[in-house]
């Protein structure tokens, strides 16, 4: 899977004083200069099959003009290049939670442009917003890295529609009704090959959409480009900045003859910003569809404030989602991540996963599977309690710190592992985040002048202590299986189809239906995602007879559990 490299955006400010880097001398353009350099010392006359001084001339004529051209189109790039790691620069000293000031300046060992670039073209080293864009049909509503990896994308997708049996057949089966027909969408979320089957299939219902990410890091620039190349309004590509993170989103929502009634989000920066910047906007939209922890949590708390005008379906609590997204795909993503990412060997060591709700149970059973010792930190007692009957040790991440080799965070929460915490780790401890937000861990109280960070590959940091001790940080604390890695195409498959249907309900809910609260989707709903999915596995259900079926107080054709059933 492609991969394109791009600049990264540093979480908080780079250093006033800091150095630009030099614009590389083994680009494209240094290389054609030596072959022409390389050409031009060659004899420009065969003496054994002499020619004519005019073949000569035209010789030497083409010589000085390929320069030219050479020299300007060197000129123009390191133009480009300049004005980006201006503006790059300047973002990063204007970020909240700067580390520097006018008054004194703190200063890194490194250049933060330079190490967060890592790109693999000139090209690459233009920021999207600088170029002016369109696809083969003269189409130019959409911002993506590089519109030419249109046809790899659109491959990748080929693929995940194999492994989305569900949503492919929920496209089926209601695309004659067009179900969304009239619903403008504007979606935030990750953009990989499976949200683009989505994407397509939300179109094919009749809706219309407009997308961004809503995680710098974890786009993939071929499938946004195909995306881009078949008509839809994306803005989104690996490695934005802050700035150009929310600036996507605001292209999205913001347009002239586009104005949404519905949101689908995954982490609330959609809502977020539609409620501050736009509230008018925001009161006319139909529902909110949130997939995240993150995201519901801040609709409920907009909710209790009384500033939730409008019904939200929470996605992230329905069954489909958080037994199998969360579970599943997590048991499978997190040794992907780490092994791409650090070439980690389980085996023996030493764990600590913060969290054990669905997601940490996926991570611990893995981690579990593959040899190495588990720990758990748990507030939640139940949670807890469910840990050590799995054959977990429940400790304090402050009492084990110092002898554990890798800390993954899951809980949601802000600040999990601390500087004072950092500190005390051992050389060469790996720290990343399973959580949506990058929160969990304090990656700020790590840019001080006291730290030297060290970019080793992609997405991969070292962070290293003045005595030489240097830990792994991964992503800088970003979801890390969507930002280094990939997940089951079949498991978003499941997620997927939930978000379409909760999509479906809310935009078709008679008035009155839904007033202005966060809702589960119907269990009903989540019966019928699951039911999509099991034809791939060759599965046939039991049927109860209709004795049965009155002795338990059931329809036949279900909902099978009650809505307080714990699955």
């Not at 579970?327 to 764990?351: H, I, N, P």
């Not at 051992?426 to 990656?443: A, F, L, P, W, Y």
Request: proline share 4%; charged share 25%.
């Amino acid at each position: 899977m492609s991969n394109s490299s791009a600049p990264k955006c540093v979480g908080a400010a780079a250093i006033k004083n800091s150095t630009v880097p030099p614009v590389r001398e083994n680009g494209p353009v240094q290389l054609a200069t030596e072959n022409l350099q390389r050409n031009e010392s060659e004899p420009l006359l065969d003496h054994k099959n002499t020619k004519s001084a005019k073949h000569v001339e035209i010789r030497l004529a083409n010589a000085e003009d390929k320069r030219n051209v050479q020299q300007h189109a060197t000129g123009r790039k390191e133009k480009s290049k300049d004005r980006h790691r201006e503006r790059r620069v300047d973002e990063l000293r204007q970020r909240p939670g700067s580390q520097h000031s006018e008054a004194g300046s703190t200063e890194y060992s490194y250049s933060e442009t330079a190490s967060y670039t890592g790109s693999s073209s000139d090209e690459d080293d233009v920021n999207p917003r600088d170029k002016q864009q369109k696809n083969s049909k003269d189409f130019e509503d959409f911002c993506v890295r590089n519109i030419q990896q249109a046809a790899f994308g659109r491959r990748e997708m080929e693929i995940a529609e194999q492994e989305m049996p569900g949503l492919m057949a929920l496209r089926k089966r209601a695309h004659g009704d067009r179900p969304l027909s009239g619903a403008k969408i504007v979606g935030c979320t990750h953009i990989t090959a499976q949200t683009a089957v989505l994407i397509e299939t939300l179109a094919a219902l009749g809706a219309q959409v407009r997308w961004s990410a809503c995680n710098i890091y974890s786009t993939q620039n071929e499938v946004a480009a195909a995306l881009a190349e078949a008509g839809y309004s994306v803005f989104a590509w690996k490695g934005e900045s802050e700035d150009d993170f929310w600036w996507c989103i605001d292209q999205c929502i913001h347009s002239d003859s586009w104005q949404p009634n519905m949101i689908l989000d995954d982490g609330g920066d959609a809502t977020h910003l539609l409620l501050k910047r736009y509230p008018s906007i925001f009161s006319m939209v139909k529902g909110i569809v949130e997939e995240s922890v993150t995201g519901v949590h801040r609709l409920y708390q907009l909710s209790k404030s009384g500033k939730l005008t409008v019904p939200a379906m929470n996605v992230n609590d329905s069954v489909t989602k958080t037994k199998f997204d969360n579970l599943y795909s997590c048991r499978e993503s997190v040794l992907d991540a780490l092994k791409r990412t650090t070439d980690v060997m389980f085996g023996g060591r030493q764990v600590v996963v913060c969290g054990y709700g669905e997601v940490g149970k996926g991570c611990c059973a893995a981690l579990k599977g593959m040899g190495a010792v588990v720990m758990v930190t748990e507030i939640d007692p139940i949670c807890a309690l469910q840990a050590c009957m799995d054959g977990f040790r429940i400790v304090k991440l402050s009492e084990v710190v110092r002898h554990v080799d890798i800390v993954i965070t899951c809980t949601g929460n802000k600040n999990v592992v601390t500087r004072e915490l950092m500190d005390r780790m051992k050389n060469s401890c790996i720290i990343c985040n399973m959580g949506h937000s990058n929160t969990e861990i304090d990656v700020n109280s790590l840019r001080t002048a006291d730290l030297t960070w060290e970019r080793v590959r992609s997405q991969v940091d070292h962070i290293i202590w003045p005595d030489g001790k240097r830990v792994i940080l991964i992503a800088e604390g970003r979801l890390i299986n969507l930002s280094c890695s990939s997940i089951p195409s079949f498991v978003v498959s499941i997620t997927a189809a939930t978000q379409a249907l909760a999509l479906i309900e809310l935009f078709n809910a008679p008035p009155g239906r839904y007033k202005q609260d966060v809702y589960l989707l119907p269990k009903k709903m989540d019966e019928y995602v699951a039911s999509l999915h099991l034809p791939s596995f060759d599965a046939h259900l039991t049927e109860l007879t209709e004795e049965q079926a009155k002795y338990l107080g059931l329809s036949k054709a279900g909902p099978f559990k009650p809505n307080y059933y714990r699955y």
